[in-house]
């Protein structure tokens, strides 16, 4: 019960809100980047580069969006990269074409991301361990069980997987993109169950929650297993990226599903914030890097971009959270 | 309040928790080498058992530094770029011409150190959470030193350290003496000493310390820049020990530094822990890397152990945890 | 006492509670008849809050038994509890500030629309009618709690376990932060009369006997005797709760000379709620603040130590103009400041960490020998102030939350007299803690004025500012109210003033 002000804060409409929620925010700074890319390079609105902006964001948006289940709840995720890693190597080891092979393969990534999710979720919410110190260990051993499978990048994703994932419906839909919306409407769906408005009052106060009826360690698990099924799916859609294996290909990810996280507007503090927020987070990390490097910025730099932008996206999530406290939006 | 008679019976135990969780690690170790000569009879010697100890003293070195922070609460993930930043700083600007050899080590030890502040300062002013923070350092490091090789390293090792690293003193390696001389000096400065002390209480609850009059928030800066530090360090161990850097000298050692300092019975949270503890998990840590190397298994195997390590020790040792957290809810109900 | 078991709405018998070493609740047994109203005294620590906890279900008993109009009642958990009919309003209040109003109300579950999703439209129509039904209708039900008033979300947390309560109502301190109590009364005489047994827990005697037909008393974990209201009075409750009569106590209270040296200067100091608040505190003189919850005394301690940045005023300690940033700069400031605070577990002691450590650490870098802290070092600094507040000495290497709650109170007393500074701001010093505990910190406090140190305390039990206090200041919304001096400090009008009214208004009316 920390933010009790003392007198009601004026009442804004919804659409007022939503403008200046974390989301608002960040789908405004999205456009607003788009504008300038296309600014300095006029082909920026054609279908294919849009398809390829799409299929690049994918995967990050995926794993962020999965993150953001954890964040919520008021926990640090870190097995996402080896869930990633681990979901690459089985693709390009374990090729299956046409299909249904495409199919069998997405719910292995699936059931893999379940699995690993569920051992978190216990560790967390039975054995009452630290979520970082758990989420550590598992993407170690997930990390290990990738090196075991593929001791060096190689193999080779399943052509179907590969062209028709990357490809697009009618011409002008990216499929990937498909995925994303997929998971927006799970999302605006599970946030109306029991366990969807669970996630926010565990985020929030997990004793109050508790006190309130919620069942802490359900709904902490469930977040758990949902973010690692995002994070197998996520693993999917870079095997169809990059139609190889890399057994430390999740690794990137770490950081930059952070980031992608907090400039979605979801404050790390947990209680509030948006799947939406974050995939549109992912979206713009990856234009950002595409407008900054098309100027020919040499590659050895890309690391200090990043970090720059990690700590500028959480310096900038925290201003937001600060800023929206009062004026209540999820 | 129940009468004192109930309340304080549990008095003092003559062996803690800490004291019986460093024994059993230490009583592993041995046991481990003992065992190991089954696997192979090379393993085991004595020659072989230095061998493990030069090649823990770079871990021992490392998790004092990984202890501290994690002492505090926090996490450190920018030890494998500060050990590249550490080495590849010593090749380049000393390397094995020795010019200055006196004042260039200080002087990039403290440029490492510098950079630990740094993370220190973004967990402290601008409020990012230890392991975002140490991440982001460390990609910035890791960017840097690429740009700064344009890929590869150059220069060889400079003559002190090749000494340090290979030379031999009444029938022992020099390097294991510094490493018991640090031993010493680390477990002195983190259970008795004021800044030692002061670090413990802000990790066992920070707004307490805070009131008791410490210094929070310089004082958090400490531990990051000592890690870095002793990250550097070891990156200019690892020169003298290959005679050379290379950018991904490091990359092995966050893993264990961090397993090292969770098995010698340090709290993740914070607030407990002994240096000689940490030193028992890295001995204990890198004779199992030695066995694991001996039967043939993979780096992947070697992984997977070693995360499977981490989560049962963080298993073991949460008996402690949960009964800080009845007491905790027990003081609510009061 | 009813023997016949189904006439009684709830009975309690034998209930025991320990967390390790500690035993929380003693044996507890309460017996309460349908449509009654029953109190629940004692002072804090007693074991109201566990006794709380284990009704509502949040945990589980050691031993005894519950029963319900005679069936066995041993809940699984707060849901459990709630559909048998039992429902608490926790005093630290159960709320989610990032849920709204509608959401609050139906956790855990909310009513369904279509596709079997949560409506928004049916929470919110749910929410209306209880809102209204309790007299709330003026209340949005889609508000996030977060924005309501420290006064509304009590009211919604009352209001949330009304609708769930059919045979048992908890109501935990309900009026602490309440702005309009006859809205409470009004609902409680209604529930009683739909035969609902409610358990009433507050410090406000006033209101107790405007409730209540009985009051049970807790001590140390026991169950001491329920009590006829009507036939015992504030003075029998009183001795039941403590264990003896308090008034025998009052020592005669060493005069002080006006002409003392003002140690502690506040002029017009702002911050938080507090406005324009302006006293001095005189070497030598114990000051004592009397506030109901929320009326800026934490505003004013924080403040004052550095931990929160005050809006307008100045503080002189000892004649020098401060601008304190932290307590541990405070410590340096003329002949220093050192603040004991609110809450032991959450701000105080340093747990794993031995007695003697917690006690010498703002002080320990005078306390090693060539840099090196030595253990038994630490306990030969300790030693002679653990004498003043009569800290036994062999629990100095006892870690410090192996303690009981008192020994905690007096080492951390300990450690304030240890950092050397003249003047102690003491936050409610005695919370918690039993009668013989409270002497020994009494008897520091008055030895440490004597030898010209300053005090400013706060408490919050009346008896305690009449004892020790030389002046007390009386805080009422931010606001200093009223002073009084010396003997003109008793219990009666202060209790007035408590209020913001003269003597003899309505109680319980906090803002």
């Excluded at chain 3, 579950?109 to 209204?132: D, E, F, Q, V």
């Amino acid at each position: 019960m920390s933010a009790i002000a003392a007198n009601p804060a004026p009442r804004r409409s919804p659409f007022w809100r939503a403008v200046i929620s974390g989301t608002g925010i960040v789908a405004l700074i999205y456009v607003l980047l788009y504008a300038l890319y296309a600014f300095w390079q006029p082909d920026a609105l054609s279908v294919y580069t849009f398809t390829d902006l799409v299929n690049n964001s994918t995967p990050l948006a995926l794993a962020a969006a999965g993150e953001t289940l954890v964040v919520i709840s008021r926990g640090f995720d870190l097995s996402v990269a080896g869930v990633v890693s681990l979901t690459n190597v089985l693709m390009a080891v374990y090729p299956l074409d046409g299909p249904g092979g495409a199919l069998v393969s997405l719910l292995m990534c699936c059931a893999i991301g379940a699995v690993v999710g569920m051992i978190n979720g216990i560790l967390v919410a039975r054995l009452g361990l630290q979520t970082i110190a758990a989420t550590l260990g598992t993407m170690i051993v997930c990390q290990g069980l990738a090196l075991v499978i593929l001791d060096a990048p190689g193999g080779m994703v399943a052509d179907f997987v590969t062209y028709t994932l990357t490809d697009t419906l009618f011409g002008v839909v990216p499929i990937a993109g498909l995925f994303l919306v997929a998971a927006i409407v799970l999302w605006l769906a599970f946030r109306r169950t029991n366990t969807g408005i669970g996630l926010y009052a565990i985020g929030a106060d997990e004793q109050s929650a508790r006190f309130s009826g919620v069942a802490v360690s359900g709904v902490r698990i469930t977040a758990f297993v949902g973010a690692g099924i995002l994070y197998g799916v996520a693993g999917f859609m870079l095997s169809a990226q990059t139609a190889t294996g890399n057994p430390t290909a999740g690794t990137p990810f770490l950081m930059l599903t952070f980031a992608a996280v907090a400039l979605g507007g979801t404050p790390l503090s947990g209680g509030r914030g948006s799947l939406v927020g974050s995939i549109l987070g992912a979206g713009t990390l990856m234009l950002l890097q595409k407008v900054l490097f098309s100027g020919g910025v040499s590659s050895f730099y890309t690391g200090i971009f990043q970090g720059f932008v990690l700590v500028l996206a959480i310096v900038f999530g925290n201003t937001v959270a600060r800023l929206l406290r009062k004026d209540d939006a999820r | 309040m129940p009468s004192e008679a109930s309340s304080d019976r549990r008095g003092r135990q003559k062996l803690d928790r800490e004291t019986v969780n460093t024994l059993v690690v230490f009583g592993l170790s041995i046991v481990l080498i003992v065992c190991s000569r089954f696997i192979s009879p090379a393993l085991g010697s004595w020659s072989q058992v230095l061998t493990v100890l030069i090649l823990a003293s770079f871990l021992i070195i490392l998790s004092f530094g990984q202890g501290l922070v994690i002492l505090i609460g926090g996490l450190d993930l920018s030890i494998p770029a500060l050990i590249t930043l550490g080495g590849v700083l010593t090749t380049t600007w000393v390397g094995t011409s020795d010019a200055g050899v006196w004042y260039m080590l200080p002087a990039i030890l403290a440029i490492c150190a510098l950079v630990g502040a740094v993370s220190g300062i973004g967990i402290v002013w601008l409020k990012v959470p230890p392991f975002i923070m140490t991440m982001a350092t460390s990609i910035v490091v890791a960017s840097v030193a690429l740009g700064y090789t344009s890929g590869t390293p150059r220069g060889g090792s400079p003559s002190a350290l090749l000494w340090l690293m290979k030379a031999w003193f009444l029938g022992v390696p020099v390097v294991i003496y510094f490493t018991l001389a640090f031993i010493l000096f680390g477990w002195l400065l983190q259970n008795f000493t004021a800044l030692g002390r002061r670090l413990r209480a802000l990790g066992t609850n920070r707004n307490a310390a805070l009131i008791a009059g410490v210094g929070v928030n310089r004082l958090e800066l400490v531990p990051y820049a000592v890690s870095a530090a002793c990250a550097g360090f070891v990156g200019m161990m690892l020169v003298g020990y290959s005679n050379g850097a290379t950018l991904r000298m490091g990359d092995s050692y966050m893993l264990p530094s961090i397993a090292a300092v969770v098995i010698g019975g340090s709290s993740i949270l914070g607030g407990s822990g002994t240096f000689i503890g940490t030193v028992g998990g890295a001995i204990l840590l890198t004779t199992l890397g030695t066995m694991i190397s001996a039967i043939g298994l993979s780096e992947g195997w070697r992984t997977i152990i070693e995360g499977g390590i981490i989560v049962g020790a963080l298993l073991v040792l949460r008996g402690e945890f949960l009964t800080h957290i009845g007491n905790r809810m027990l003081t609510r109900g009061k | 006492m009813s023997t016949d078991e189904t006439r009684l709405a709830v009975r309690i018998a034998k209930i025991a509670k320990s967390y390790g070493p500690t035993v929380a609740l003693d044996s507890v047994s309460i017996d309460l008849r349908p449509g009654e109203v029953h109190a629940l005294l004692g002072e804090n620590g007693a074991g109201k809050s566990t006794l709380v906890k284990i009704l509502s279900g949040v945990v589980k008993p050691d031993s005894g038994s519950m029963s319900i109009l005679g069936s066995p009642y041993t809940p699984h958990g707060i849901v459990d509890a709630r559909t048998q009919g039992v429902a608490t309003a926790f005093q630290e209040l159960s709320l989610l500030p990032n849920l709204s109003i509608a959401e609050n109300l139906m956790l855990p579950k909310m009513p369904r629309g279509m596709l079997g999703l949560a409506s928004h439209r049916s929470a919110m129509a749910a929410a209306g009618r209880i809102l209204s039904d309790y007299g709330l209708a003026h209340f949005d039900p889609d508000t996030p709690v977060g924005v309501l008033s420290l006064s509304d979300c009590q009211r919604l947390e009352i209001v949330r376990a009304f609708t769930h309560a059919a045979k048992l109502l908890i109501l935990d301190e309900p009026t602490a932060a309440l702005a309009d109590v006859e809205w409470l009364f009004e609902l409680v005489r209604r529930q009683k009369t739909l035969q609902t047994a409610i358990l009433y827990i507050s410090h406000r005697l006033g209101e107790v006997r405007t409730l209540c037909s009985r009051a049970t008393i807790l001590r140390n974990g026991r169950s001491i005797g329920t009590v006829e209201l009507s036939g015992a009075s504030d003075e029998n409750i009183f001795e039941m709760m403590v264990g003896r009569s308090a008034r025998e106590t009052i020592n005669a209270l060493p005069k002080t000379g006006e002409a003392a040296p003002v140690a502690l200067g506040v002029k017009g100091l702002s911050g938080g709620i507090l406005s324009d608040v302006s006293f001095d505190v005189r070497q030598g003189e114990i000051v004592g603040i009397a506030a109901l919850e929320g009326q800026g005394q934490r505003d004013l301690f924080r403040t004052l130590i550095g931990l929160a940045k005050a809006r307008g005023g100045s503080v002189e300690i000892d004649g020098v103009r401060a601008q304190i940033s932290s307590p541990g700069a405070a410590l340096h400031f003329g002949n220093g400041l050192a603040y004991l605070p609110e809450d032991r577990k959450s701000e105080g002691i340093l747990a794993g960490l031995t007695t003697a450590s917690n006690m010498v650490l703002p002080i320990i870098s005078r306390v090693g020998r060539s840099g090196i802290v030595w253990p038994a070092g630490e306990r030969r600094a300790a030693r002679e102030t653990a004498a003043v507040v009569d800290l036994q000495e062999r629990y100095l290497h006892f870690k410090i939350d192996e303690l009981s709650g008192g020994n905690q109170q007096k080492a951390l007393l300990a450690r304030v007299i240890m950092t050397g500074a003249r003047t102690l701001l003491l936050f409610d010093p005695t919370r918690g803690v039993d009668v013989g505990t409270k002497q020994s910190i009494y008897e520091a406090i008055r030895k440490f004025a004597a030898d010209g140190g300053s005090v400013l305390f706060y408490s919050s039990e009346l008896p305690e500012l009449v004892h020790l206090a030389h002046r007390c200041i009386v805080l009422y919304g931010g606001r200093i109210f009223a002073e009084y001096q010396g003997d003109a400090i008793d219990e009666q009008t202060i209790v007035g003033a408590l209020i913001g009214h003269a003597r003899g208004a309505k109680t319980g009316v906090a803002a």
